[in-house]
């Protein structure tokens, strides 16, 4: 039983250019957050979707930053126009229902996004 | 606005001996609380919880205490082996009304060292 999978694991951008960020939920998860971690900071919560809904997405920035979830495939993190501060790690969570704190999520092993 | 926080940046401690994970939080909206243990280049992963009707939540060599007067939960674990060596992040829920979807709110995270 895979765990939560995400790729690329380390990912480098240049200035300017695009980022997908994958994240494939567990087998029968259907709720998937994103969170980011900046260098030396703990993890945010940017955005919480079910298949094919935004359910919340209150911590993705304005600008640049969408997310989706497909009714088949992977859940994409996307980034267009990418800048030095974006660099972060990048993880994501599933869930099998919504709001099951009870016994916490189930982290991915994140994406290293460099920005150059 | 850190709404969780963990103002022990690191800790070191003997082999053996009991560690303590300190954590303040601000909202009183949060009534589900969560210790995810992280190591490099990985995802946190969950470790203990505790419902804000209890005080006390114990697993094995881990036991998390909630203070909610003083907003203020720790985790202790004995005995401290080196393989606890891992940042520790605390977090926190307001599930109250179902209006959070569950999202989490991360402290900074404690870098525990444990020495054989």
């Known amino acids: 039983n895979a765990g939560v999978m995400q790729n690329p694991r380390h990912l480098v951008r240049r200035r300017g250019q695009e980022a997908r960020l994958r994240c494939s939920p567990m087998k029968g998860h259907s709720h998937v957050y994103w969170y980011r971690q900046l260098p030396e900071e703990g993890l945010k919560f940017m955005v919480y979707?079910?298949?094919?809904?935004?359910?919340?997405e209150s911590g993705m920035p304005k600008e640049r930053f969408s997310a989706e979830f497909p009714k088949e495939g992977p859940s994409i993190l996307r980034i267009q126009q990418v800048v030095r501060g974006d660099s972060a790690a990048y993880f994501c969570?599933?869930?099998?229902?919504?709001?099951?704190?009870?016994?916490?999520?189930?982290f991915g092993s994140g994406t290293r996004l460099t920005v150059v | 606005d850190q709404q969780v926080k963990q103002n022990s940046p690191s800790l070191s401690v003997q082999e053996g001996r009991i560690s303590i994970l300190n954590c303040d939080y601000t909202?009183?909206?949060?009534?589900?609380f969560l210790w995810y243990k992280k190591y490099p280049a990985e995802g946190p992963t969950f470790l203990i919880s505790?419902?804000?009707?209890?005080d006390k939540n114990e697993d094995g060599r881990f036991t998390v205490f909630l203070n909610k007067s003083a907003k203020h939960l720790s985790l202790h674990i004995v005995p401290s082996q080196p393989g606890d060596s891992a940042v520790y992040f605390c977090?926190?829920?307001?599930?109250?009304?179902?209006?959070?979807?569950?999202?989490?709110?991360f402290g900074q995270g404690t870098i525990l060292t444990v020495h054989p």
């Open positions: 969570a599933s869930s099998p229902r919504q709001g099951s704190t009870v016994y916490g999520y189930t």
């Open positions: 979707l079910q298949k094919e809904n935004i359910i919340d």
């Open positions: 977090a926190a829920s307001a599930n109250a009304g179902g209006t959070s979807y569950g999202k989490l709110t």
């Open positions: 505790i419902s804000s009707i209890k």
């Open positions: 909202n009183s909206m949060f009534d589900y």
